[in-house]
């Protein structure tokens, strides 16, 4: 009876073996399969992060050069004027070298120009930033 009994105490002894065993394979497969995951979503991250940076820095030079565009006197930002209520209209202004058709113009003084361009470019940069949070968060809740 001595030996029944060890050969039964044997075999449940290697059964909880290979249980045991077995559930730290899963565990293992798991971990590897979760860092596959989270090495694939910085990945992304990162992809995401490189594309804002330098959509960023486009948008930040195509500001400082419109800026510099403005300061010579390269470009003149202009704002169309509402006709005055008596009927006369206003002349509109020409352009260096240009005439310029349709409603009357008015050009802007290039300090309130420049100060404009300011403004669009921060709410610019603030809709990169958006778009990039955004990005961050699909990415992470995918």
Known sequence: MNAEWQAKSARQANAYQREREAAAVAVVDWQETEQSRRRALED???????TYHQELTNAQASQARLRDRLATSDLRLSV??????????????????GVVHGAARGELD???????????????????ALQACQAYVLEVTR
């Open 44 to 50: 992304r991250l990162q992809a995401n992060d490189k």
């Open 80 to 97: 169309q004027l509402a006709a005055p209520s008596s009927g006369s209209v206003v002349p509109a202004t020409t352009g260096a070298g």
């Open 110 to 128: 290039p300090a309130a120009a420049q100060r404009i361009v300011a403004i669009t470019g921060d709410g610019d940069e603030g809709l990169k």
